[in-house]
């Protein structure tokens, strides 16, 4: 009796001292709200991925959470904001790490070295753009349509809406020896009625977008960027599988000012993983046909350092203009 009781004791001891280390973490942040700003509009695919992680984020630091929209100049007025912010942990940034290491190819002057003015504390998940036509139009298949755009030749068009979707566009056109020719849009929605009617013969857009409309059945999905099927979603087949090879992967993750306590860092990077770890997350993620992504802080800035090298060469494939 005494030993069960002892082992009761003990036992509890042990949980009342991982709830009090839980909780001093947390207090180690400063009193006030925090932000999770995004980059893109309210609404977006991307909008609902950050308010998704607000949401599962707020029991567990115990305090409000505030989404904040800041779009524009490709991501950088959001990514300038936090580089600027004060580095106590309540300003938190959620953008693809793919989008920030492209702009600091595509801009003349990047108004930070992300690599220098943010710390990543979590990576997200891993997502790719897609190949997509209209389900109304006849091909099936990547070698279908390749086939006929060679035969269009340079009245073949498609749209993109983001610079993942114009690289790929680009690597496909390089790869497949087309002359097909890009027209932006400002959205991934503005290209729809353009698909429909035949404005253009393909998009390349994101999976956010994308999957929403397959699964109302406006849009077909002929080849995703990365290298591997998913395992979200294993029935969509790759483009290098289908004979053109590229492997361009997005990946969101979680940042803060580069200053910020390390014990933050670390606190917020054991409250992600701990939301990526949830079956009810991972199904939110294969919605958007996306796996998660668990890493460290530091394996996490180092993805971003790699990224940064690998879209020198992205941007000069794709001839994308520098801006600013």
Same mark, same amino acid.
């Given at each position: 009796?005494?030993?069960?009781?002892?082992?009761?004791?003990?036992?509890?001891?042990?949980?009342?001292? =991982?709830?009090?280390?839980?909780?001093? %973490?947390?207090?180690?942040?400063?009193? =006030?709200?925090?932000?999770?700003?995004?980059?893109?509009?309210?609404?977006?695919?991307?909008?609902?991925?950050?308010?998704?992680?607000?949401?599962?984020?707020?029991?567990?630091?115990?305090?409000?959470?505030?989404?904040?929209?800041?779009?524009?100049?490709?991501?950088?007025?959001?990514?300038?904001? +936090?580089?600027?912010?004060?580095?106590?942990?309540?300003?938190?940034?959620?953008?693809?790490?793919?989008?920030?290491?492209?702009?600091? %190819?595509?801009?003349?002057?990047?108004? +930070?070295? #992300?690599?220098?003015?943010?710390?990543?504390?979590?990576?997200?998940?891993?997502?790719?753009?897609?190949? +997509?036509? %209209?389900?109304?139009?006849?091909?099936?298949?990547?070698?279908?349509?390749?086939?006929?755009?060679?035969?269009?030749?340079?009245?073949?068009?498609?749209?993109?809406?983001?610079?993942?979707?114009?690289?790929?566009?680009?690597?496909?056109?390089?790869?497949?020896?087309?002359?097909?020719?890009?027209?932006?849009?400002?959205?991934?929605?503005?290209?729809?009625?353009?698909?429909?009617?035949?404005?253009?013969?393909?998009?390349?857009?994101?999976?956010?977008?994308?999957? =929403?409309?397959?699964?109302?059945?406006?849009?077909? #999905?002929?080849?995703?960027?990365?290298?591997?099927?998913?395992?979200?979603?294993?029935?969509?087949?790759?483009?290098?599988?289908? =004979?053109?090879?590229?492997?361009?992967?997005?990946?969101?993750?979680?940042?803060?000012?580069?200053?910020?306590?390390?014990?933050? #860092?670390?606190?917020?990077?054991?409250?992600?993983?701990?939301?990526?770890?949830?079956?009810?997350?991972?199904?939110?993620?294969?919605?958007?046909?996306?796996?998660?992504?668990?890493?460290?802080?530091?394996?996490?800035?180092?993805?971003?350092?790699?990224?940064?090298?690998?879209?020198?060469?992205?941007?000069?494939?794709?001839?994308?203009?520098?801006?600013?």
């Amino acid at each position: 009796m005494r030993i069960a009781t002892w082992a009761a004791s003990l036992i509890a001891a042990v949980a009342l001292g =991982g709830g009090a280390s839980s909780i001093s %973490h947390a207090q180690q942040l400063p009193e =006030g709200d925090i932000k999770l700003i995004a980059a893109f509009p309210a609404g977006s695919g991307s909008d609902i991925v950050v308010r998704y992680f607000a949401d599962k984020l707020k029991p567990l630091a115990n305090r409000t959470i505030i989404v904040e929209n800041k779009p524009g100049a490709g991501g950088n007025i959001a990514t300038e904001f +936090v580089a600027r912010a004060k580095p106590d942990g309540l300003t938190v940034y959620l953008h693809t790490g793919s989008s920030m290491a492209a702009n600091m %190819h595509i801009f003349r002057k990047p108004p +930070v070295d #992300v690599t220098k003015a943010l710390q990543a504390v979590a990576t997200i998940n891993k997502q790719a753009f897609m190949l +997509v036509v %209209h389900p109304d139009k006849p091909w099936k298949t990547l070698a279908e349509l390749t086939a006929y755009l060679k035969e269009k030749g340079d009245k073949g068009t498609y749209g993109y809406s983001a610079t993942s979707g114009n690289v790929m566009g680009a690597l496909y056109k390089e790869r497949a020896k087309l002359a097909s020719v890009p027209v932006a849009y400002k959205m991934a929605s503005d290209s729809m009625n353009d698909l429909a009617s035949g404005a253009i013969d393909y998009g390349l857009l994101d999976p956010q977008f994308t999957m =929403g409309q397959v699964n109302n059945n406006r849009l077909r #999905v002929l080849g995703i960027a990365s290298g591997e099927r998913q395992k979200s979603n294993p029935e969509l087949p790759t483009m290098r599988e289908q =004979g053109v090879d590229m492997d361009l992967n997005g990946w969101f993750a979680a940042f803060v000012p580069s200053a910020t306590p390390r014990a933050t #860092v670390d606190q917020f990077n054991k409250w992600f993983n701990q939301i990526l770890s949830s079956e009810e997350t991972q199904k939110f993620l294969a919605q958007f046909a996306s796996d998660p992504l668990i890493s460290t802080p530091d394996e996490a800035q180092a993805r971003l350092i790699q990224e940064i090298d690998a879209w020198g060469e992205y941007v000069r494939i794709a001839n994308i203009e520098k801006q600013g």
